[in-house]
T-cell receptor, first 115, second 114 residues
Framework: GAVVSQHPSWVICKSGTSVKIECRSL??????MFWYRQFPKQSLMLMAT?????????EQGVEKDKFLINHASLTLSTLTVTSAHPEDSSFYIC???????????FGNGTRLTVT | AQKVTQAQTEISVVEKEDVTLDCVYE???????LFWYKQPPSGELVFLIR??????QNEISGRYSWNFQKSTSSFNFTITASQVVDSAVYFC???????????FGQGTELSVKP
């Protein structure tokens, strides 16, 4: 069965609104959560890394005030896209890491469309 | 710097043909992992394999096989007797550092026609 649960699978929102995406690790405790973004016909690019109980680390070019990440527990991390714009339309996917090794599993992704 | 190159953007084959997807990487690490993932049209990433750089033996899993050549920094993926259900985008990936975040190649879109 699934080891990572990501919700919602897809969401359509209007410009200026905020959208929250949840990612849960079901079978293990995730000390670290990676959030990736994938634009159509492109590869996955890491947006940010969050560690449970501390602030997230953002990759260059990713606005931390726009993409709010909360990693309040070892099984749940959330990504909130604030004041969404059409250019934020993308596929967002999480990947929890249980230990020091590279993670094997990803959430099923959230397809965000901003109109 | 860590880098993964998948030179083949798109490949189209007819069912039952064998197909090889190329992956070339660059890494500053002496030990590392390499990954392959499948992304079907529905979007989810399906883990296929994780290979430790210590192990250079080729691996076979059903119709899938992987050829790891450390001397040429390549980790190629072959699908034997391809099927329509193999149609997907395939990504090769390498950890950016010891922390676990992945650097993905550009992906190869495989189309298997009946």
């Amino acid at each position: 069965g699934a080891v990572v649960s990501q919700h919602p699978s897809w969401v359509i929102c209007k410009s200026g609104t905020s959208v929250k995406i949840e990612c849960r690790s079901l079978d293990f405790q995730a000390t670290t959560m990676f959030w990736y973004r994938q634009f159509p016909k492109q590869s996955l690019m890491l947006m940010a890394t969050s560690n449970e109980g501390s602030k997230a680390t953002y990759e260059q070019g990713v606005e931390k005030d726009k993409f709010l990440i909360n990693h309040a527990s070892l099984t749940l991390s959330t990504l909130t896209v604030t004041s969404a714009h059409p250019e934020d339309s993308s596929f967002y996917i999480c990947s929890p890491q249980p230990d020091g090794n590279s993670p094997l599993h990803f959430g099923n992704g959230t397809r965000l469309t901003v109109t | 710097a860590q880098k993964v190159t998948q030179a083949q953007t798109e490949i189209s084959v007819v069912e039952k043909e064998d197909v090889t997807l190329d992956c070339v990487y660059e890494t500053r690490d002496t030990t590392y992992y390499l990954f392959w993932y499948k992304q079907p049209p529905s979007g989810e990433l399906v883990f296929l394999i994780r290979r430790n750089s210590f192990d250079e033996q080729n691996e076979i899993s059903g119709r899938y096989s992987w050829n790891f050549q450390k001397s040429t920094s390549s980790f190629n993926f072959t699908i034997t007797a391809s099927q329509v259900v193999d149609s997907a985008v395939y990504f090769c990936a390498l950890p950016a550092n010891q922390g676990g975040k992945l650097i993905f190649g550009q992906g190869t879109e495989l189309s298997v026609k009946p």
